[in-house]
Structures are given as C-alpha cells and as structure tokens.
C-alpha cells in the first residue's frame, strides 16, 4: 500500500493544545502535503474505555468532540480515513494473535505504561485491558500496515514494542507486518507541552488543558492564571524562561509576525525572553502576549467548528464512510495474518486434500 500514516486520540474529552502541537498539526501538513499514499486517523474509543469501562456514556459523548475537533482544525475526510476504533472488529483479533508474541515482563518496563499506571492510581488494581492496551496500540498500526507514525516523544516506547511485535510477527510467521517509524513534531519545544500548571504533560485528567474550543474569555481565564517563574516576585526581579509555562506556549506558538501585530516593542521571542531574564518585565504583560497568539491561532477554528455543529448528523455520516473504507483494508490485512499463521483453514484447499488423501489411505 506504500507510505501510510496512522494516528488517533482516546475520545474521553475535546481536544487541547497539547494534541494541536503533539501531532494534529502535522497531520494536517501531511495530509494537504500528498507524500503519502493512505492516511488514517482514528479515535481510539476501545482504548479509552480500558480505564473507563464503567462509563461508558461518557466515550459516547466525547466521539462527536473529537470529530469536530478533528475536522474543525483541517482534517479532511477526502484526504484522509476518519475511522472509529471499536467498530474494526479485525483489531480485537488481531490485538489477541499478538499478545502471544510479547512477555508481562516486556510490558511492565515500558515506561509510558508506568506513567499511566502511577497517573491513574491503578498501581493495586490494574486493569487487564489498559495493562494491555501498547498492543492493542501495535495492532492498530500493523493492521493498516502503517509506516509513518506522527506522535509526542512520550509516545516513542510505544512504537518500540509496536517494532519488536512486528519482528517476532515476522521472523515467528511469515513478512506480512509492516515496521513503523515516528515521528516526531519538528518544533521540539512542542513534543512534551506543559500544562497551564506547569506540571510535565498537558492531560485532561489534570485539569491543565486550554482546548481548541475553549472560547477567547476561557483562554483568557486559563493564561491568567499559567504558572510562571515563583521566583519572579517583583517586576524588577530577573526572570527564569526554563521551566516558565508561559515561555514554553510563547515557544510553541508564537512568531515574529505576532511580534509586528501586538507588541511592537520587540521583534521577536529572543528580545523578550532577553528582558525577562535580566529583570524590569512583568509577568503579565507576558501572559497578555500570550492570550493575543492563542486567540488569534484558535479563531478560526472556533468558527469552523461551530458551522459544523449545525450538521451533526453529516458528521456521523463521514465517521460511518470512513470505517467502511477502514474495515476493507483491515479485511485485506487479516486474511495474510491468518493464512501466514495457518490458521484460514477453510480456504487453504491443499490442506483439505491432503488430509482427504491421508484419511483415505489409513
């Protein structure tokens, strides 16, 4: 099928920032870019409901979100596979084939899955489902024989067992998977964006996100009150930008365009975080910056979206073509596992006959 691209969300929220400059941007880049010959995106809903199985309501809900999310920001489903997770029932088989292929052991080192345990508070009570869920993750790779997967870096030990899976596959079978790549957002600031509380990650389960949708005055509201430099007491003090959350965004978002339009005074992010560290800048004067680019980025798409809220039936019209369309090469995947494992026993004919003959003969 050539170069593929796949790439998804957990539906248990609309999406933030952190996913705009993790991955979704570039999907966008890549998809109007055509160097690739089949992009997927999906919503990766049977993952979300491993640590919220008992509400299930609430992944119900959220699949809309994502969807006007998704094509609120340019996704366009001419260009590229919109599909939802759980309605590719070829995945669940192919997540169970592969789980024969890797260790607990191999599991439990992987430190994005530690991360999520500790996270979630799972560390005595940890679900089978979302222990398992990097490969459920590798299957959603290989079974649309994905070779470009643009993720975060907190991402990157997943894709590494998604490789060891593909190689055991392989070496264990017959070449039939495909070995993916990441890729990594080329704004290295943007591969791991803080949240507003300057805590590591940007997560909805922290409460540390400005999303897509949130209006201009909820932007406003959550810049407000970004952590900063606790150093930074007074405006004459110096300043720190390492570690500052309000640099990190300025970092990720900002351009010397935004410089000309609203603060004139500086021609670009390397004169402002000069005057911040050697003192005599406010913090707030920074976070007014700040709120300008965000809102300025996010109109667009805060009006796209809101034309799309006005047709909600066309939007599960598109998820339901663009699963059909998934399926079909999720079929096509399936049979060359199975006949690579032997196990397509009513289509392999030489088997019937031999067995026929050897039954015979007794």
């Known amino acids: 099928m050539g170069k593929v691209i796949l790439t998804g ?32 995106v999906f919503m990766a809903d049977v993952q979300a409901l491993t640590d919220n199985a008992d509400n299930p309501e609430k992944i119900r809900q959220n699949i809309i979100n994502v969807a006007l999310d998704y094509l609120a920001a340019g996704l366009d489903p001419t260009k590229c596979t919109i599909f939802i997770q759980s309605q590719i029932a070829e995945l669940a088989e192919l997540t169970t ?7 607990v052991s191999r599991v439990q080192r992987n430190p994005t899955v530690k991360t999520e345990i500790k996270m979630r508070n799972f560390e005595a009570n940890i679900p089978l489902g979302f222990f398992c869920y990097p490969v459920s993750q590798a299957a959603d790779i290989t079974l649309f024989k994905s070779t470009t997967v643009p993720v975060g870096e907190d991402q990157e030990p997943m894709l590494e ?8 596959f392989n070496q264990t079978y017959a070449p039939v998977l495909v070995e993916p790549e990441i890729m990594l957002p080329e704004n290295l600031t943007a591969r791991r964006l803080p949240g507003t509380d300057g805590k590591e990650k940007m997560s909805k389960s922290l409460g540390n996100c400005i999303y ?14 970004m952590y900063t430099d606790p150093t930074h007491l007074n405006v004459s003090d110096p300043g720190h930008v390492e570690g500052n959350a309000v640099f990190t965004y300025l970092d990720a978002f900002s351009t010397d365009a935004d410089f000309a339009n609203f603060w004139p005074e500086y021609q670009n992010l390397d004169e402002l975080k000069e005057h911040y560290t050697r003192g005599g800048l406010g913090d707030m004067k920074c976070k007014k910056f700040l709120n300008q680019v965000l809102n300025q980025f996010l109109e667009p798409m805060r009006l796209r979206r809101h034309e799309l809220e006005q047709d909600i039936p066309e939007i599960y019209n598109i998820l339901k073509k663009g699963t059909e369309q998934a399926r079909e090469v999720a079929a096509q995947t399936m049979s060359e596992v199975r006949n690579a494992m032997r196990i397509d026993y009513f289509n392999d004919a030489e088997l019937i006959r031999q067995q026929s003959e050897a039954f015979k003969a007794k």
């Open 212 to 225: 897509l949708s949130d209006s201009a005055d909820e932007v406003w509201q959550k810049v407000r009150s």
């Open 97 to 103: 084939y592969l789980m024969n292929l890797i260790t």
């Open 9 to 40: 969300d957990r539906p248990t929220g609309k999406l933030h920032l952190g996913h705009y400059v993790g991955s979704l941007r570039r999907r966008v880049e890549l998809q109007n870019a055509g160097d690739y010959d089949r992009m997927f």
């Open 161 to 168: 067992v998604t490789r060891e899976l593909v190689r055991r």
